[in-house]
T-cell receptor, first 118, second 112 residues
Framework: DTGVSQNPRHKITKRGQNVTFRCDPISEHNRLYWYRQTLGQGPEFLTYFQNEAQLEKSRLLSDRFSAERPKGSFSTLEIQRTEQGDSAMYLC????????????????FGPGTRLTVL | QQPVQSPQAVILREGEDAVINCSSSKALYSVHWYRQKHGEAPVFLMILLKGGEQKGHDKISASFNEKKQQSSLYLTASQLSYSGTYFCGTGSPGTSYGKLTFGQGTILTVHP
């Protein structure tokens, strides 16, 4: 296992369509995060899982967005009825559970899924 | 509110030094620094915690002034590989551990 993987890497869709992205974290990591990044900006937090529990959701995550991590391993992020404003890079990150620094462990980012909504 | 980074961009020649600043209007318990190259994922550089503890790479240093809610990243004897966009991510009391709010980034360009 060499890192966090995300699929697909690129997605082009028409406005109004639904899309789903997948994130596979580093295998022993129990924390998983989703971020959105637009051009020239830093990543914006969307949601966070510890194992299979979704512990926090950003107000940015409207009702059209849903994320799951059913078995505490991979996660999916679904966007329903996509809008042009959803066009962005969607980044997934994971972090490990252990050690005295566990609450502050570094987050390892995946390569991202670039979404373009036409 | 997201932290504010300064400068927005800096251009260096190899061997020169640079300082990137990150300032927050909120109380902080942690500051994380990442570097992102064009088209790639952010890569972890450093974590600084309230109380003075740090974790990161040997060749990169940083400071965290808790009272001023500011952090600075020090890049010395820059190399071409240092080029990229640097982001600070901050953690604040009252938010989930690990939830980071990122600044807008500082673009660093190192020329030969």
């Amino acid at each position: 296992d060499t890192g966090v993987s995300q699929n697909p890497r690129h997605k082009i869709t028409k406005r109004g369509q639904n899309v789903t992205f997948r994130c596979d974290p580093i295998s022993e990591h129990n924390r998983l995060y989703w971020y959105r990044q637009t051009l020239g900006q830093g990543p914006e937090f969307l949601t966070y899982f510890q194992n299979e529990a979704q512990l926090e959701k950003s107000r940015l995550l409207s009702d059209r967005f849903s994320a799951e991590r059913p078995k505490g391993s991979f996660s999916t992020l679904e966007i329903q009825r996509t809008e042009q404003g959803d066009s962005a890079m969607y980044l997934c990150a994971s972090s490990s559970p252990g050690g005295p620094w566990s609450s502050y462990n570094e987050q390892f980012f995946g390569p991202g899924t670039r979404l373009t909504v036409l | 509110q997201q932290p504010v980074q300064s400068p927005q961009a800096v251009i260096l020649r190899e061997g020169e030094d640079a300082v990137i600043n990150c300032s927050s209007s909120k109380a902080l318990y942690s500051v994380h620094w990442y570097r992102q190259k064009h088209g790639e994922a952010p890569v972890f550089l450093m974590i600084l915690l309230k109380g003075g503890e740090q974790k990161g790479h040997d060749k990169i240093s940083a400071s965290f002034n808790e009272k001023k809610q500011q952090s600075s990243l020090y890049l010395t004897a820059s190399q071409l590989s240092y080029s990229g966009t640097y982001f600070c991510g901050t953690g604040s009391p009252g938010t989930s551990y690990g939830k980071l709010t990122f600044g807008q980034g500082t673009i660093l360009t190192v020329h030969p």
